[in-house]
């Protein structure tokens, strides 16, 4: 297993204790340590996605294993946290259950479609606006654990709130419009998969 594919894998394990933390935080009332130590695992998780993809691309060694897997590693980590926080009654006011049905719906619908093309030895290659709602996603989660730990019951509530809900409809714009840029791309491949 090569440099990339490791990291990739490491993405699952910093997975595990992320949600283990969001588990125990909960559990103890949302408490800001735990909920801490769960934002910066998140964030670690969060940039091994850009590091695997660079050391693949640096040092040429792009799989079919990386191509499938690193965005399955992202769809776990992105979906197990907004499905996480929408259970948590301080962040009700930010995620109601059918936006997570979105977002959930979205990610795995297209991974399955990569599957199949990368079956096909068709190319199913990241867009700019992929990229840009993986981008959003973090954020938001990013910023819901941050208004958990800094700004909840203070003072400066009224504005997190604002910029929370803000990002949440910017998540969702971003989730949807990427699906439909992808699906346009490889329309000629649902075509053919349907006719099969």
């Given amino acids: 297993m090569n440099i990339a594919n490791k990291v990739t894998v490491s993405r699952f394990i910093l997975s595990i204790v992320y949600f283990v933390?969001?588990?125990?935080?909960?559990r103890d009332n949302f408490d800001k340590t735990i909920l801490y130590g769960g934002l910066i695992v998140f964030i670690i998780a969060a940039l091994t996605d850009s590091?695997?993809?660079?050391?693949?691309?640096?040092y040429k060694i792009i799989t079919k294993f990386g191509r499938i897997v690193?965005?399955?590693?992202?769809?776990?980590?992105?979906?197990?946290?907004?499905?996480?926080?929408?259970?948590?009654?301080?962040?009700?006011?930010?995620?109601s259950g059918w936006m997570v049905l979105v977002i959930v719906v979205r990610e795995f619908s297209l991974h399955g479609l990569r599957v199949i093309a990368e079956a096909q030895q068709i190319p199913f290659a990241s867009t700019v606006w992929g990229k840009c709602k993986t981008t959003t996603q973090c954020i938001t989660i990013i910023w819901l654990l941050f208004y958990l730990v800094y700004f909840r019951g203070t003072a400066n509530e009224w504005w997190a709130v604002v910029i929370g809900q803000s990002l949440i409809w910017?998540?969702?714009?971003?989730?949807?419009?990427?699906?439909?840029?992808?699906f346009y791309q490889i329309r000629k491949m649902l075509k053919q998969v349907v006719e099969e």
């Fill in 170 to 182: 910017l998540t969702l714009f971003s989730t949807v419009f990427s699906a439909v840029i992808y």
């Fill in 70 to 95: 690193d965005p399955f590693a992202d769809k776990i980590l992105i979906c197990g946290s907004f499905i996480f926080l929408a259970t948590w009654e301080p962040l009700r006011q930010f995620l």
């Fill in 21 to 26: 933390l969001l588990y125990l935080a909960e």
């Fill in 51 to 58: 590091l695997d993809g660079y050391l693949a691309r640096r």
